[in-house]
């Protein structure tokens, strides 16, 4: 079954602190995987998306990386910003041209001043 | 450009009643989606729709229905709504050949 697991459930970290969200997927065929943020009452927004033969893709603090042998990909943000607390999504696309996708249940993170 | 707009942000239903959700996108984008998101779960799929006048069945569609009379426009239809129905409902668009969806604000339904 194709199924999108994501670590830890949620995080508290304290402002300017880094963390590393993870992602494991058991979907095949494998097309891409995207990270989006989701801001409370919000709709997600597109963080990065890699590819099969991509392994990490930076957005300005965030940097993803997937390994695609293994089927994980991780989220770093480095120097966290009260504004970086929202919930993160990891998203996987199967090769498809409807565009489907497979979504992880997300990580709520929480920056603390 | 607005983006992907959702009517509307909040509404509050009996067991039985009706009622249409409407998205609407000026991207001119060829697929729209709904989805919808429950505590605890990821999105999932309820219909999607590859142009004007298609539409699909996703991963949940039982007691949905769709339309998509005009491109800009994508309806989310419950003929009787169900407390399993409460959830928060978001549309997406995407552009033909393009990977990144855009999700509306969402809406956000209660079922009593």
């Known amino acids: 079954k194709n199924q999108v697991e994501q670590s830890p459930q949620s995080l508290i970290i304290l402002e300017g602190k880094n963390c590393t969200l993870q992602?494991?997927?058991?979907?095949?065929?494998?097309?891409?995987l995207r990270w989006y943020k989701q801001d409370t009452g919000r709709g997600p927004v597109s963080l990065t998306i890699m590819t099969f033969s991509e392994n990490t893709k930076s957005n300005g603090r965030y940097t993803a990386t997937l390994d695609a042998d293994t089927k994980q990909s991780s989220l770093h943000i480095t120097a966290s910003q009260l504004s970086d607390s929202a919930s993160y999504i990891c998203?996987?696309?199967?090769?498809?041209?409807?565009?489907?996708?497979?979504f992880g249940q997300g990580t709520t993170l929480q920056v603390k001043p | 450009n607005a983006g992907v707009t959702q009517t509307p942000k909040f509404r509050v239903l009996k067991t039985g009643q009706s009622m249409t959700l409407l998205c609407a996108q000026d991207m001119n984008h060829e697929y729209m989606y709904w989805y919808r998101q429950d505590p605890g779960m990821g999105l999932r799929l309820i219909h999607y729709?590859?142009?004007?006048?298609?539409?699909a069945k996703g991963e949940v569609p039982d007691g949905y229905n769709v339309s998509r009379l005009k491109k800009q426009n994508f309806l989310l239809g419950l003929e009787s709504a169900a407390p399993s129905q409460t959830s928060v409902y978001f549309c997406?668009?995407?552009?033909?050949?393009?990977?990144?969806?855009?999700f509306g604000p969402g809406t956000r339904l209660l079922v009593l």
């Open positions: 997406a668009s995407r552009g033909q050949g393009k990977e990144t969806q855009y």
């Open positions: 729709s590859v142009g004007e006048g298609t539409t």
């Open positions: 998203v996987v696309s199967g090769s498809s041209n409807t565009g489907k996708l497979i």
């Open positions: 992602c494991n997927y058991t979907v095949s065929p494998f097309s891409n």
